[in-house]
Nanobody
């Protein structure tokens, strides 16, 4: 079992920034897939960004150039830096852990972008 705890969500104005954190209960060293996903009301959960054990990253087209995913293996934490936020970024953001086996999800953190 892996426990994931997300934090850093909140209310921000359009154009603002937030940094989400995902703290894992076990080491992230060599974990091949850590990712951020989001789900807006009435929509399916979608990929936002992933980072591999080799620090290769991949982003949804809608967030490229605005969001940055990173990992700190020493702190067992994955981050999502979100800049130039838009109202359409409003969603619950979830952290995902997968290492050649079952996937584990956090409880989610709400991000609301509104003036």
């Amino acid at each position: 079992q892996v426990q994931l705890v997300e934090s850093g969500g909140g209310l921000v104005q359009p154009g603002g920034s937030l940094r989400l954190s995902c703290a894992a209960s076990r080491s992230l060293f060599n974990v091949n897939h850590m990712g951020w996903y989001r789900q807006a009301p009435g929509k399916q959960r979608e990929l936002v960004a992933i980072i591999t054990s080799g620090s290769t990253t991949n982003y949804a087209d809608s967030v490229k150039g605005r969001f940055t995913i990173s990992r700190d293996n020493a702190k067992n934490t994955v981050y999502l830096q979100m800049n130039s936020l838009k109202p359409e970024d409003t969603a619950i953001y979830y952290c995902k852990y997968q290492n050649w086996g079952p996937a584990y999800w956090g409880q989610g953190t709400q991000v609301t972008v509104s003036s």
